[in-house]
């Protein structure tokens, strides 16, 4: 008999720099290497589904947050964060590896936390 197959979470459309946040925008697919390394990963077992990447209605979210990502960086509000593999250890993986990310992805993740948490208290 074949093996099962294994299904994954579709990855959601990227926003794309230009494109207006409507229901009619065209957005982007491009994507860095990195960036969809760790795509792919959100959708495994070793996903952190608590402060990590999600995906909600075809959109990518961190908290309340809607995000997107250009090339490898993660954009949040008007913020654009450097794409870095160790950014992308912290926002994706339940248990990051450490030495896989520096201290300035570590403030950086800790400044998307901050934003969403912020944003959330807006409602």
Do not use: C, H
Request: proline letters at 3%.
């Amino acid at each position: 008999s074949l093996p099962l197959a294994m299904n994954y979470a579709r990855i959601p459309r990227i926003l794309d720099r230009d494109s207006e946040e409507t229901e009619d925008s065209e957005e982007s697919e491009n994507i860095g290497s990195v960036a969809a390394k760790y795509l792919r990963k959100f959708a495994t077992k070793d996903a952190d589904k608590t402060y990590g990447i999600y995906d909600k209605n075809g959109q990518f979210y961190i908290g309340d947050t809607r995000i997107g990502v250009i090339d490898e960086n993660i954009i949040v509000g008007e913020k654009e964060y450097k794409g870095t593999p160790g950014l992308w250890e912290l926002v994706v993986m339940k248990a990051p590896k450490d030495g896989d990310y520096t201290q300035d992805d570590y403030n950086n993740y800790a400044e998307i936390l901050i934003y969403q948490r912020i944003e959330k208290g807006k409602e």
